[in-house]
């Protein structure tokens, strides 16, 4: 009877404190899960090609050498983030891990920006769950946060939505015109940020921030300029993908789109037959579907109280719904998917958590919350573990590759794009290895093996077979075999006339 009695005084749970208990929990979550998983990723993913030849954009800079306009060998690509890393070298000498460190300010500034907005217009809750999905989405925590190629870009354009929402006209067309010389990807965001300037600003203002926008835009395109009174050519404008698609092709692409953006919402790195493979096969559409869903219901519900919302609000509406419809049509007009289409989701990257976090905040039931986004968290988190698995078996074959170079004394020599400046970032540049002509984008490198004599030559299997056994059938050179590669090492004329006699633009 006592008992009875004192379980009937207990005060049902709040469930206001229930769901404070959660947000908490997930910020703790975020912040251990955004360090756990870039802090490997930083050390044991290989550099990349585009990531090498940025960093030696960036000591040219540093050393005073040169200060280029565009990527070596890519006229059409401003290095923002090279001038950006260019003090970290001079300061820290060349590694690409230290400039790995240094560039998650890009991403911890596009996210504290967003994580920022989002708790303006919404509630605190949304914005931690916004934050969650930033801290454990696979593309940004393997690939673009750890290495340096296309990450300035969403940095810029959240700028660009921050000035838009503080009404700074000319410093949005200031970072607007920086955004379009960093990356031709930052059109797709222009769409909602002109229309913001056409439907989002008070009419008695829109004249002025029409022209100041403007006046900041070609401002903000002086690296252009600079290129075409030094070159004659203002930029060597390069539009994505294989051309137009024929009319017939539209319903193909278009399925590609959405077939692809499910693995970038979950990873496209796995070992193929194994259980992360199936897992991830079975398991891609859940993100996938989430975000369509809550991508839906919140154009759905913007569109409903649209004359409510104050301009800012709708602004920053425009700016998250509007991506991923521009994105699919370009995907698919422009054949996107001929070329490595993978990349071209980056705009999805502030459309999808916030949609989902605010999709999952308006369960009614903390109980729900809970069991969603948990799931969501775990499999994604899953998959990361998964990815940085091949990422550490390609790190490992690269190191081999670097040790049997070393032992054999072969440190000058060629190798493909994806394998030749890798290995010199790898050995800290005690070998120096170039594409042959015309791949190479490094001068420097090319002319050092040119000078000293190639000493090896590294094949990727099955990429060009009469040249592996043109390689093989050399008397004066040694064959060892790896997983994905085959190295050719010792002195012949063969390797002179594979690297070309020309120098590298």
């Not at 910020?27 to 993913?45: C, E, H, K, T, Y």
């Not at 093996?449 to 043109?470: C, H, M, N, T, W």
Request: glycine content about 8%; proline content about 6%; overall charge positive.
């Amino acid at each position: 009877m006592e008992l009875l009695q004192t379980r009937s005084l207990r005060k049902p749970r709040n469930p206001e404190v229930g769901a404070k208990e959660d947000v908490s929990f997930w910020i703790v979550l975020g912040s251990v899960l955004f360090l756990a998983l870039r802090i490997p990723a930083i050390r044991i993913i290989p550099p990349v090609f585009d990531e090498v030849v940025q960093l030696y954009m960036a000591r040219d800079i540093a050393t005073l050498a040169r200060f280029p306009l565009y990527f070596y060998g890519q006229h059409y690509m401003g290095p923002l983030e090279s001038y950006f890393l260019a003090p970290v070298l001079g300061v820290f000498g060349f590694s690409f891990v230290t400039a790995r460190f240094f560039y998650q300010l890009f991403y911890m500034a596009f996210a504290a920006m967003f994580v920022g907005i989002v708790r303006k217009f919404f509630d605190r809750e949304t914005a931690v769950y916004t934050f969650l999905l930033l801290a454990v989405l696979p593309y940004p925590a393997l690939h673009f946060t750890a290495i340096v190629a296309y990450e300035e870009i969403l940095t810029v354009m959240m700028l660009c939505l921050a000035l838009l929402l503080g009404r700074s006209f000319f410093w949005l067309g200031f970072f607007s015109g920086i955004g379009f010389w960093c990356n031709g990807i930052a059109l797709v965001w222009f769409a909602p940020l002109g229309l913001s300037l056409m439907i989002g600003i008070p009419s008695e203002d829109r004249r002025k921030a029409f022209l100041w926008t403007g006046v900041g835009a070609v401002a903000g395109l002086f690296p252009i300029w600079i290129h075409g009174l030094q070159t004659g050519t203002l930029i060597d404008m390069k539009g994505g993908g294989g051309g137009f698609a024929a009319m017939g092709d539209l319903p193909r692409l278009f399925y590609l789109f959405f077939a692809r953006m499910k693995y970038f919402l979950s990873t496209n790195l796995y070992e193929p037959g194994s259980w992360a493979a199936h897992s991830i096969h079975l398991f891609s559409f859940f993100p996938f579907t989430l975000f369509a869903i809550s991508l839906v219901a919140f154009a759905v519900s913007s569109l409903r109280m649209f004359h409510r919302l104050n301009p800012e609000e709708k602004n920053f509406r425009f700016f998250v719904v509007l991506p991923p419809f521009i994105l699919a049509a370009l995907y698919s007009v422009r054949n996107l998917v001929a070329v490595e289409g993978i990349r071209f989701y980056l705009p999805l990257l502030a459309s999808y958590p916030f949609v989902v976090a605010w999709g999952i905040r308006r369960l009614p039931s903390l109980f729900w919350k809970r069991i969603l986004l948990g799931f969501l968290v775990t499999m994604l988190t899953v998959f990361n573990g998964a990815s940085l698995k091949v990422q550490l078996r390609d790190r490992s074959e690269m190191d081999q590759m670097v040790r049997i170079l070393e032992e054999n004394k072969a440190t000058v020599g060629i190798g493909g794009m994806a394998v030749a400046y890798t290995l010199n970032a790898l050995s800290h540049e005690r070998i120096t290895a170039t594409p042959p002509l015309p791949e190479a984008r490094y001068q420097a490198a090319w002319e050092a093996v040119r000078e000293r004599g190639p000493q090896f030559y590294i094949a990727e299997r099955g990429a060009d077979p009469d040249l592996e056994q043109k390689l093989a059938a050399e008397p004066d050179l040694t064959k060892v075999s790896l997983a994905h590669y085959d190295v050719f090492y010792g002195l012949s004329p063969l390797l002179k006339e594979l690297l070309g006699v020309e120098k590298p633009s």
